[in-house]
């Protein structure tokens, strides 16, 4: 049986680009990346060109895949709007490999440095440090990426994002690509920045990544096995606010047993918190989730902040799993183009810049409805009109419950 006719990418499904003009001056620099080698000038997919087909991939549900893309490159229209030539399929296969991940990092700290905090919780306005949320998530890779060997099985193969995100801001700021077998607590020991405060949960329980935090001018907030190991300096009271937090102790400690306490050689403070459980539409509580009354322990080195906003802060660091399900599930990052290690960094930086650009247009965090609305336009369904519009409304939106 013959099989379903493929439908190819239409001039008319790519509109509205000029939204990346504001991203146009920083690639330029991009330009010649990796030409030092093309004597003959040969190449004429350049990394520019490429980053652009990567977000036009990202922002186009109909662009699928490395093929969709190749088709693209082909209308004049695109070839027009983005600057982008005809891209054959080999082209875009070997961009993967030869363009440098890291010169995309630059463009991100540009980005940033530009995106506005967006509305959040009066306790956390004129913070003293950057919030920043961190976690790993694995992504699925195909058996030919032999650099992605996990749990040691050549039968399973997977990559793993370690994101950073900062929350006031509402985006993602920094990612590593590493094998799956990598240790979380490791890479953020790798990339840690003064004037930070670092919202983990308890995959990163390391006495000796605690200690580097607060040795690189940071401080952390991190969730503890319930299990750990402490001595009580001090129990402190509770005031009205921590009891409607839902904070049943507060109290100063020192952590671990003798041999462990040199790893974290400073006072910290514990919060035990009350767990909400999860539930189901059904009102049944979620399998493997917190029962009613459960309580976690959180360490913090921040002795100086109320008991109720260190429990807020920690509960706050849920939004980096938001993210990653709209970095997988929404802009295409679940199935990857690439199998190459760099390759991977490429579509993830660009995943990154993509989540930026959002937050740039419509002053809020990137959401599946501004997502939709944006696609809507840059296929050319809506029309710069309805796509201004829509983000007034989210605007106004915003404006009335800071009036409330």
Not at 276 to 292: D, L, M, V, W, Y
Not at 361 to 377: A, D, E, H, N, V
């Amino acid at each position: 049986m013959a099989g379903k006719k493929r439908n190819k990418v239409k001039s008319e499904e790519v509109a509205g680009f000029k939204y990346f003009k504001v991203l146009a001056g920083m690639l330029e620099a991009l330009h010649d990346a990796a030409c030092a080698r093309d004597r003959a000038h040969n190449r004429t997919l350049h990394m520019d060109q490429y980053v652009t087909l990567l977000l036009m991939y990202m922002f186009n549900p109909i662009c699928s895949s490395l093929r969709a893309i190749q088709e693209a490159s082909e209308l004049k229209k695109v070839q027009r709007v983005l600057k982008v030539p005809r891209a054959a399929l080999g082209s875009l296969s070997e961009a993967a490999r030869v363009f440098d991940s890291d010169l995309l990092i630059g463009i991100i700290g540009e980005l940033v440095e530009q995106v506005r905090p967006v509305r959040h919780d009066a306790k956390l306005s004129d913070f003293d440090q950057i919030i920043t949320l961190v976690d790993g998530s694995w992504l699925p890779v195909i058996s030919k990426a032999t650099w992605a060997l996990f749990r040691n099985d050549d039968r399973h193969k997977a990559a793993k994002a370690h994101v950073q995100f900062e929350l006031l801001k509402g985006v993602p700021v920094a990612a590593t690509i590493t094998d799956a077998n990598s240790s979380e607590h490791t890479v953020l020991a790798e990339r840690l920045e003064a004037g930070r405060l670092y919202v983990l949960d308890r995959g990163y329980a390391r006495y000796e990544l605690l200690e580097s935090i607060a040795a690189a001018r940071s401080s952390f907030i991190c969730r503890l096995q319930d299990n750990a190991v402490l001595e009580v300096i001090e129990e402190r009271l509770l005031d009205d606010d921590a009891i409607k937090a839902g904070v049943v102790r507060d109290a100063v400690v020192r952590l671990g047993c003798k041999a462990t306490r040199g790893k974290l050689a400073r006072d910290v403070r514990i919060i035990e918190v009350e767990c909400t459980p999860h539930r189901k539409s059904s009102g049944k509580t979620a399998r493997g989730g917190p029962e009613q009354g459960d309580t976690i322990l959180i360490v913090t080195d921040r002795l100086d902040l109320p008991a109720d906003v260190v429990a807020l802060l920690y509960r706050c660091r849920w939004q980096i799993e938001i993210f990653f399900r709209f970095f997988k599930h929404v802009l295409g990052c679940r199935s990857l183009l690439s199998t190459d290690k760099n390759g991977i960094e490429l579509e993830t930086y660009a995943a990154i810049i993509a989540c930026l650009l959002i937050a740039l247009w419509t002053g809020r965090k990137p959401t599946l409805s501004t997502y939709r609305m944006l696609c809507f336009y840059f296929t050319g369904w809506a029309d710069e009109e309805e796509l201004l519009r829509h983000i007034g409304k989210l605007q106004q939106q915003d404006a009335g419950e800071k009036l409330s």
